[in-house]
Nanobody, 112 residues
Framework: QVQLVESGGGLVQPGGSLRLSCEAS?????MGWYRQAPGKQRELVAY???????NYGDSVKGRFTISKDNAKNTVFLQMNSLKPEDTAVYYC?????????WGKGTLVTVSS
């Protein structure tokens, strides 16, 4: 069983930046971020694999950057040029051949 611990959420003004972190309790190849805004379905933000494959959701391309420290089993999400519509609970997700794991989520609020 892999445990995921997220950090870095908070309140930020439009145009600002935040950096999220997610540390896994064990080695895992695919890690990423999803988000869920009130009244909406959970959606992909970004994911990355240990081989360097990266994919972004259309709404964050060019503004968010995902990176992974394989030695520390940690994935980061650098979020720039934040918009009010980025407000959501951000969930870390990890996947290996056996299972999919989710973090508890961290709230990001973009508001003036």
């Amino acid at each position: 069983q892999v445990q995921l611990v997220e950090s870095g959420g908070g309140l930020v003004q439009p145009g600002g930046s935040l950096r999220l972190s997610c540390e896994a309790s064990g080695s895992i190849s695919m890690m990423g971020w999803y988000r869920q805004a009130p009244g909406k379905q959970r959606e992909l933000v970004a994911y990355t694999t240990s081989r360097g494959r990266i994919n972004y959701g259309d709404s964050v391309k060019g503004r968010f950057t995902i990176s992974k420290d394989n030695a520390k089993n940690t994935v980061f999400l650098q979020m720039n040029s934040l918009k009010p519509e980025d407000t959501a609970v951000y969930y870390c997700r990890a996947e290996d051949p056996r299972a999919i794991y989710w973090g508890k989520g961290t709230l990001v609020t973009v508001s003036s």
